[in-house]
């Protein structure tokens, strides 16, 4: 019991140990000091001693003067190769005590990094999954709502009546002349359809989806719409999204030689995806999935059609904006992983 009070006392005085990263506070005078200065005062004393007891003949003696600085040097010397060598102990033990704090913070940072990377890791994981998530839902929406619409249409078709036998239709004087309806339906304005390639922007995009409704009573435009969708959709399961992708544009005589049948090198502007992670994906893609494959290839060859009708009568600014929606954006990555432009 009676060695408690030593023992709370003791642990009391025990100095708080520095930080790795905290300046070591300056001792005032440390063992080699003291050592130095015991030599010194030795040195001194034993000097003085022998001067105080010289002979006094010595000191009249005809070389005096030489005799005097060989005195200095013999009493002073030794005490400044003492301090000399206290000085360069001292300093080592700095050096060497800062090396050894230096080496204790890298080893700290090594494991603040390594912590902190296995730490990123896993919280990276449950917000890239969320992010997927929304994604995935977003790519839902707009296939749901096309879905919807596409559905509405065949719908639509169901409910009409079954067209009259053709010696019917011949007492009719507007199927007289061997006219379809198709033939006599209104081509769609290009505005229209330049809105429709891009695809609604949001669910309340009124003008977008209103486009979109004129492109699907379109036959040929229709058709490139169901193309389009597909490959973008299979692009997204691999989270290629046409919004990241920033390609260099063409100039539109580039585009209406490209309509005009042009392909290889003349028409490599074309190819403007300088995305390397969306291109190689899609190439490995392209190599793994038959799917895939077979309906990026009907959609370049149905892109390809319909913009050749398209560019006859569209002017440059019309294929300028053409050149800037999702289906455009969509046949500069497919026909660059296809080797159109080479």
């Known amino acids: 019991m009676a060695d408690k009070p030593t023992s709370a006392k003791s642990t009391q005085a025990k100095p708080t140990p520095l930080g790795i990263y905290d300046r070591p506070q300056k001792d005032g005078i440390s063992g080699i000091e003291v050592i130095a200065i015991a030599l010194s005062a030795l040195w001194l004393l034993g000097a003085a001693i022998f001067f105080v007891f010289l002979p006094s003949d010595a000191a009249t003696s005809d070389t005096g003067g030489l005799r005097f600085l060989m005195t200095m040097l013999a009493i002073f010397m030794p005490v400044a190769m003492i301090w000399v060598a206290a000085t360069a102990a001292r300093a080592s033990r700095v050096m060497r005590e800062e090396s050894q704090r230096l080496q204790a913070a890298i080893d700290a940072i090594r494991q603040a990094y390594i912590a902190q990377s296995q730490g990123r890791d896993l919280g990276a994981e449950p917000s890239v999954s969320r992010k997927l998530d929304e994604i995935a839902a977003a790519a839902r929406k707009t296939e749901t709502a096309l879905a919807t ?14 067209p009259a036998p053709k010696i019917a239709a011949d007492d009719q004087p507007a199927l007289a002349l061997g006219t379809t309806a198709e033939e006599i339906t209104p081509p769609l304005p290009n505005g229209d359809f330049v809105r429709a390639m891009n695809f609604p922007e949001t669910a309340e995009d009124e003008a977008g989806f209103a486009a979109l409704r004129l ?36 100039r539109p005589e580039v585009w209406r030689q490209f309509a005009a049948g042009g392909r290889g090198r003349e028409i490599a502007a074309l190819g403007g995806v300088r995305d390397r992670s969306s291109l190689a994906l899609t190439a490995g893609r392209m190599k793994q999935d038959p799917i895939f494959r077979d309906a990026a290839h009907h959609f370049l060859r149905r892109f390809d059609k319909q913009f050749a009708e398209f560019a006859q009568d569209a002017t440059d600014s019309e294929i300028s904006a053409l050149a800037d929606t999702r289906t455009a954006r969509a046949f500069m990555l497919l026909g660059r992983v296809a080797g159109t432009f080479d």
């Open 215 to 250: 492109a699907l009573k379109d036959r040929t435009a229709s058709q490139l719409v169901q193309a389009a969708q597909d490959v973008l959709t299979l692009l997204s399961q691999d989270g290629i999204y046409m919004d990241d992708l920033r390609p260099d544009r063409a």
């Open 149 to 162: 619409f596409s559905t509405r249409r065949e719908a639509e078709e169901a409910q009409r009546p079954a």
